[in-house]
């Protein structure tokens, strides 16, 4: 199976900031990645799909870059919505795998 | 709009069965491949299972494989999990969720339930 390693494993940013959570894979997975968001009690919600793709209904402060292991999402500036765990998943063969989270924090 | 309505979590003994569904609306359920999703309580996430649109092919995460299955009915636009042997490591939250493709499989989830709660305790 392809790991998917995503760092930090937290993040503390404050409103207005830009950040950027990296993803690799442990092997070359093309652009087949999508971002995830997922809030407390929430179930996640599509992003960013074939690496840098907007989901629609998605704010453009969102966007993705990357191709074959290492993989990029950016918020270019900061809301208090966006305060979040943001997943990575890799979709290269069936056997989908996703990375292990990354919080995003209130400074 | 697209709904994903999960049911059948609960407290279930070690070494018995469940079977959750997915009831779905708002879109061509026949048309897209399907997937479970799982969540251990403060834990990330895991992919379990895939089945294509038409229920023609499968696919399992390997840690579930020969324990689970999935399945759906198209004419009831619902779509299954039965979970045999459980486990303690089974416990978790369990989401369906659609895949973007038409007719095909993306491997993108675009639209997920609010998951149900398996708790695996004696």
């Known amino acids: 199976d392809v790991q998917m390693t995503q760092s930090p494993s937290t993040l503390s940013a404050s409103v207005g900031d830009r950040v950027t959570i990296t993803c690799r894979a442990s092997?070359?997975?093309?652009?087949?990645l999508a971002w995830y968001q997922q809030k407390p009690g929430k179930a996640p919600k599509l992003l960013i799909y074939?690496?840098?793709r907007l989901q629609s209904d998605v704010p453009p402060r969102f966007s993705g870059s990357g191709s074959g292991t290492e993989f990029t999402l950016t918020i270019s500036s900061l809301q208090p919505e966006d305060f979040a765990t943001y997943y990575c998943q890799q979709y290269n063969s069936y056997w989908y795998t996703f990375g292990q989270g990354t919080k995003l924090q209130i400074k | 709009q697209v709904q994903l309505v999960e049911s059948g979590g609960g407290v279930v003994q070690p070494g018995r069965s469940l079977r959750l569904s997915c009831a779905a609306s708002?879109?061509?359920?026949?048309?897209?491949?399907m997937h479970w999703v799982r969540q251990a309580p403060g834990k990330g996430l895991e992919w379990v299972a895939l089945i294509w649109y038409d229920g023609n092919k499968e696919y399992y995460a390997d840690s579930v494989k020969g324990r689970f299955t999935i399945s759906r009915d198209n004419s009831e636009n619902t779509l299954y999990l039965q979970i045999n042997s459980l486990r303690a490591e089974d416990t978790a939250f369990y989401y369906c969720?659609?895949?973007?493709?038409?007719?095909?499989?993306?491997?993108?989830?675009?639209?997920w339930g609010q998951g149900t709660l398996v708790t695996v305790s004696s």
């Open positions: 969720a659609r895949d973007s493709g038409i007719t095909g499989t993306t491997g993108e989830f675009d639209y």
């Open positions: 708002g879109f061509t359920f026949s048309s897209h491949g």
């Open positions: 092997q070359s997975i093309s652009f087949w």
């Open positions: 074939k690496a840098s």
